[in-house]
């Protein structure tokens, strides 16, 4: 009997490489699946009906503080948590952040160590992600897949406040119903974001851990809540014309779509086709860019914005208020 040694050869390298790749799931499948909890979150209103709500959450802290998405704890206080060994503990709301999707919970009894957060920043499109969590109340999933798309963007509203979250990882590794909340983890096991959403067939969006998710997890972690100033515009990225780059330096700047009466913005003098370049002498281009100059510190200070208007860079001051918190009901 004869056979083929090239495709001997071929076959040899294909499931070498399979090996591989199945090594590093079960490795980071190993490492992450034990700081994943199963959560369901409950309450009775007045009328003794009992509304909740279900995901998952993954450990983050020594003393049982967990990372979930706020949509799967909206308006519950209190729930329960089961991880994939079948150890659980009941846990409360510790704090929720609508226009994050991000939300934490502690456990009353122990939890099980904490995993390890990294840093979105480093991934990569095509770079290889692992998704762990609990769709469809199968407590431990694990699935794989690649980094589709990076810097992609979430429209959300809180009551009467617009805005996108951002930065937000682009995957096709499968996530379902109640992976909400769950890891998304690197090929060293690091949780690089906090899967949110089901964006259609193949594709699934997760909150990114970094700089700007990790100052509000330390907000929700102090206050149980994050406190964000206020300007009252709505804005949309526009190229700006050869003129303008030549003069500014820019290529793109924030057209002033909406200004809201009374808003800090409509008091320095902002006007709806205003073209926004700079805050705090800072370039900004996006909305996510703006954003990211409106956390605590800006609340009640100067903050001053440089604005092309009819051709002319003027100069305006707007003093931001603190987002009200009926935002977050």
Do not use: C
């Not at 959300?156 to 996108?164: K, Q, S, T």
């Not at 090929?187 to 851990?209: D, E, H, Q, S």
């Not at 002498?281 to 996510?288: F, N």
């Amino acid at each position: 009997m004869t056979t083929n040694p090239a495709f001997e050869e071929q076959s040899s390298g294909d499931s070498e490489a399979v090996d591989a790749y199945s090594q590093i799931v079960i490795r980071v499948a190993e490492s992450v699946t034990p700081h994943v909890a199963a959560i369901e979150m409950t309450s009775t209103d007045r009328r003794g009906r009992v509304r909740g709500g279900s995901g998952s959450a993954v450990v983050f802290t020594g003393d049982g503080y967990m990372l979930t998405n706020a949509h799967v704890v909206a308006g519950i206080r209190s729930g329960r948590a089961v991880f994939a060994d079948g150890k659980h503990t009941e846990v409360e709301l510790v704090g929720a952040d609508p226009l994050s999707d991000l939300a934490i919970v502690r456990g009353v009894k122990s939890a099980p160590p904490p995993a390890l957060l990294g840093n979105a920043e480093t991934l990569r499109v095509g770079q290889l992600v692992i998704a762990v969590g609990n769709p469809l109340g199968l407590a431990g999933s694990v699935t794989a897949g690649v980094v589709s798309g990076l810097g992609r963007s979430i429209p959300v509203r809180a009551g009467e406040h617009r805005r996108v979250i951002e930065d937000v990882i682009q995957t096709d590794a499968a996530l379902n119903p109640g992976n909400s909340g769950g890891a998304l983890a690197d090929t060293r096991g690091r949780i690089v974001g906090i899967n949110t959403a089901v964006a259609g067939l193949g594709l699934g969006l997760a909150i990114p851990i970094n700089a700007t998710t990790q100052r509000i997890i330390a907000s929700l972690l102090k206050d149980g809540r994050v406190r964000r100033a206020y300007l009252g515009l709505v804005s949309t990225p526009i190229p700006l014309d050869a003129s303008a780059v030549v003069r500014t330096g820019q290529k793109e700047g924030l057209r002033v779509v909406e200004v809201i009466p009374g808003s800090p913005a409509e008091l320095s003098g902002l006007q709806p086709g205003d073209m926004v370049l700079r805050a705090l002498d800072r370039t900004v281009w996006s909305a996510e860019s703006l954003q990211k100059l409106l956390f605590a510190e800006a609340i009640g200070q100067p903050f001053p914005l440089t604005v092309l208007r009819d051709g002319k860079a003027l100069k305006l001051t707007a003093v931001p208020s603190e987002m009200s918190q009926q935002a977050y009901g």
